[in-house]
């Protein structure tokens, strides 16, 4: 019965709030960010333990993945156009890669964070199952990873129309990039809603990003042990 009540529950507060990101247009609106916030507030009220929901909603995380193979079909339309453009895209990649691990490294640095802590975010913008890959190599925290990449992919969501006007970025394969390996499956859903080409440039960007990242500690952690 509990799996019916907060699957229901789970869904009809993301339709909710999914029309009203789209009724308001709000970009901080996430309907991402605000199912989690009322979600959260519901089971604070309701006084349910977080493992008794995660129990009874653990088939949708589940399907996620089975879902993510549809970002196959506007990337499969526009294999031509980004099979052309194969060149900049893995640059763009690398470069996102280089900076998105960097800038964890300094940030939490100049911030004196513990160096668990920085092994804990080095992946905050790859998809969850493979940052977490990254934080049993080096040896974080893995709640603090989730939590990290989550945090990702809604403020990238949020702030990708923002970013693409401010700095006038009009190629839609370049906007794909760019948000694909910022943030990932969440950037990319949000990428869908800009463009077909634009959805298949994020979902590539978001696949490659995360094979290099793991690649990558993979062969760092080998040489390390």
């Known amino acids: 019965m509990d799996i019916i009540i907060w699957s229901l529950v789970s869904i009809l507060v993301f339709i909710l709030c999914n029309i009203l990101a789209k009724v ?31 129990e009874s909603t653990s088939w949708i995380t589940y399907i996620l993945g089975p879902i993510v193979v549809m970002l196959a079909v ?28 960097g800038s964890v490294g300094v940030l939490c640095k100049i911030f004196g964070l513990d160096t668990q802590v920085i092994k804990s975010m080095i992946s905050k913008s790859i998809t969850t199952p493979m940052a977490l890959e990254i934080t049993n190599m080096v040896g974080g925290i893995a709640g603090l990873t989730v939590v990290s990449v989550i945090a990702t992919g ?8 923002w ?11 370049a906007k794909g990039i760019g948000i694909g390996t910022s943030s990932h499956g969440v950037g990319t859903a949000k990428a869908i809603e800009i463009s077909s080409e634009v ?3 994020s979902g590539l960007a978001m696949g490659i990003s995360g094979v290099i990242t793991v690649l990558t500690f993979s062969i760092i952690s080998n040489f390390s042990g």
Do not use: Q
């Not at 990337?75 to 998105?100: A, D, F, H, Q, T």
């Open 163 to 173: 970013v693409l006007k401010i700095f006038n970025i009009n190629n839609e394969i």
């Open 199 to 201: 959805a298949a440039a």
């Open 74 to 101: 506007p990337l499969y339309k526009s294999r031509l156009e980004l099979k052309k453009n194969l060149l900049p895209i893995l640059c763009g990649v690398m470069s996102s890669v280089v900076i998105s691990v």
């Open 24 to 54: 308001t247009k709000v970009s901080i609106l996430n309907p991402v960010l605000t199912t989690i916030i009322i979600l959260i507030i519901i089971l604070v009220i309701t006084d349910i333990k977080y493992v008794s929901y995660e």
């Open 154 to 161: 809604i403020i990238g969501a949020t702030l990708a129309n």
